[in-house]
């Protein structure tokens, strides 16, 4: 009710002080609550900003864009073909130029089952490595050592010795991996059949040796796609590598990671954009929420470089199957 329409309804007896006190008390009335009104709006709105600033979200035109603040991988079969032999396993010249890039913008690491000794001269960019499922780290000059993997473990080298002997007598081309620390302390190992002509043949070869290696107490990874195993003496976890890594690098802001098996799920589930690598084969049901094809790793990273690490969802494909 306006003040106008309010003094309609009055006789012009009650005078014109009681009108002007009238008057002053409803416009008090009216300018504090639209003073409230206005403070409430820029509280919402200054939570709001608040809100999406920290997470660096930002919705426009119903799309959603994230300010990318680092970019974690896995190696084997994300970064680098699966179907190569393990000495053939090197980055593209092109892929290696924009993770060069992109390491000078943002904070790059990789979270991977092979070890420091063989991954750290693959990518001379990264600012920081979990190898061996976590088990050493790499960041920058530092390198840290899981305590349980820091002396010899004469049960772990006894199925290693074990294993291998069975390797040679079987007729698959099976291959062992043997991954070592930097003071050359085995502290894991792989099951290898990439190189098979078939390689669910040869994965059923494997099922006899990686169940003995259960039956030792040891922790076996693997995955229903990739064609190899690894095998630790101890259980291990990507999701914890990652956050170790990230933790090290002293990592803040939105992280992409990008991955292609269920062993990447862990970190799946940590990061903030989470994009799983699709090969020629079928893709596994992975915890991630958007894929790729590995073919477009270098387009998606020309993108991102593109647009200032603007992370846009039409840069990729919604994971049907989280």
């Known amino acids: 009710m306006t003040p106008t329409r309010f003094f309609r309804d009055y006789s012009p007896c009650q005078g014109t002080v009681a009108r002007f006190g009238l008057f002053a008390n409803l416009y008090r009335i009216s300018l504090t609550r639209d003073r409230t009104d206005q403070n409430s709006r820029e509280e919402k709105a200054l939570r709001s900003t608040t809100i999406i600033t920290q997470a660096s979200v930002h919705a426009i035109c119903g799309h959603v864009m994230v300010k990318v603040g680092a970019i974690f991988s896995d190696y084997d079969g994300t970064l680098c073909p699966l179907e190569v032999r393990r000495e053939d396993a090197y980055l593209s010249p092109i892929l290696r130029r924009l993770l060069t890039r992109v390491s000078k913008v943002v904070p790059l690491g990789i ?139 002293g990592t803040a802001g939105p992280v992409v990671y990008l991955g292609d098996s269920e062993v990447d799920d862990p970190a799946f589930q940590l990061a903030e954009i989470s994009v799983g690598v699709k090969h020629r084969r079928v893709m596994p049901k992975l915890q991630c929420k958007y894929r790729i094809e590995f073919f477009e790793m270098e387009n998606f990273l020309s993108r991102l470089l593109d647009s200032d690490f603007d992370f846009k969802e039409e840069m990729v494909q919604r994971n049907e199957n989280p």
Not at 121 to 131: C, D, T, Y
Not at 146 to 169: G, H, S, W
Not at 222 to 243: H, L, Q, Y
Request: glycine share 4%; net charge neutral; charged share 30%.
């Open 111 to 249: 979270v991977t089952t092979k070890d420091l000794a063989f991954i750290r001269e693959r990518v001379p960019f990264a600012h920081g490595i979990s190898g061996s499922c976590g088990l050493e780290m790499q960041v920058g000059e530092k390198v840290t050592i899981d305590e349980r993997v820091r002396t010899p473990n004469e049960k772990f080298q006894k199925a290693y010795q074990e294993v291998l002997k069975k390797i040679l007598q079987t007729r698959e081309n099976l291959m062992i991996e043997r991954k070592e620390s930097d003071d050359e302390n085995l502290i894991a190992f792989c099951i290898d059949w990439r190189l098979t002509r078939n390689w669910d043949e040869a994965k059923k070869q494997a099922a006899p040796l990686l169940a003995y290696c259960r039956e030792q107490g040891l922790y076996v990874v693997e995955s229903d796609i990739s064609p190899f195993a690894n095998v630790f003496p101890m259980k291990v976890d990507k999701g914890e590598a990652f956050r170790n890594l990230k933790e090290a690098m």
